[in-house]
């Protein structure tokens, strides 16, 4: 992992802890760890991969699970957002090539005066803004501690629980499965344990993705196969310069905008549940 850091002094850090108003930016490198290769359906018949095919398959979700990004934080609020980067080759075997992407993450703002967070989304183009008022996730704080960087960290536990959607989801996969074999299998969902490193040297209660409330800049998140690793932290006192809000789509609940999304998802289904995208 690259050197965090950039300010090992604790006098300096005390300074900016007591300074009326600081800001800063970190950035960070997030990519999947896959513990087992995606289990393609060998009962789906004709749509069976070769052994090559689901090689390049498989390297190709990897390369396209690596992704980086940037936290502009203060005291009281946070912008979550993805780095752009140079489109990545496509992975070549035996011949030919496979290209893999995911789509990418809309911005998250989170704002502790106003308890409120707002994320950009979209849906086949319509733009769309989440918001949803902020509750403080049940941290369970452990004795943990390690260095990263030449921040002294803490170690925190969360545990997320299985949405409604994803039961749902997970249901409905079920039945289709029952008709007709999928070409991949999903996994029942299960509740998540998340893993965070935090730096109470750095005396904001922000972290990546929409991870936040701990008592210190969170600069490692474990999440299942995800690993999100802060590469470096700038902290200034100077001059605060302001952090944007997402302004642009229609406002949402994320209830809402999940029905909105189902709705426009099984318009486009064929009779065996695949999207068809027309020109």
């Known amino acids: 992992m690259t050197k965090v850091a950039l300010i090992s002094s604790f006098l300096l850090v005390g300074f900016l802890a007591k300074a009326q108003e600081f800001q800063g930016k970190a950035d960070y490198f997030s990519k999947r760890i896959f513990s087992k290769k995606l289990e393609v359906n060998k009962a789906a018949g004709e749509n069976e991969m070769s052994p090559e095919m689901e090689k390049a398959f498989q390297d190709a979700i990897k390369s396209a699970s690596e992704k980086q990004y940037t936290l502009s934080f203060n005291k009281s609020e946070c912008l979550y957002e993805e780095q ?25 703002y989170l704002n502790l005066k106003d308890k409120i967070c707002i994320e950009e989304a979209d849906i086949f183009g319509k733009e769309f803004l989440i918001v949803e008022p902020l509750e403080k996730p049940n941290w369970k704080l452990l004795n943990e501690t390690k260095k990263i960087g030449d921040y002294n960290c803490l170690k925190a536990e969360l545990v997320v629980q299985v949405t409604e959607k994803q039961k749902t989801e997970y249901e409905e996969f079920l039945k289709k499965e029952a008709v007709k074999p999928a070409l991949f299998k999903m996994d029942e969902p299960k509740d998540k344990v998340i893993m965070a490193w935090y730096t109470p040297e750095i005396p904001v209660s922000f972290g990546p993705n929409k991870y936040w409330g701990l008592p210190g800049l969170i600069l490692e998140i474990n999440e299942e196969e995800t690993i999100i690793l802060c590469s470096k932290v700038t902290l200034s006192n100077k001059e605060k310069s302001k952090i944007k809000v997402p302004s642009t789509g229609e406002k949402v609940t994320q209830k809402k905008f999940d029905e909105i999304q189902k709705k426009k998802t099984d318009s486009m289904k064929n009779e065996d549940g695949v999207i068809i995208f027309e020109r």
């Not at 035996?94 to 809309?106: K, L, N, Q, T």
């Open 84 to 108: 752009e980067q140079l489109e990545k080759p496509e992975a070549a075997n035996g011949g030919f090539s496979i290209s893999v992407a995911f789509s990418g993450e809309g911005k998250k």
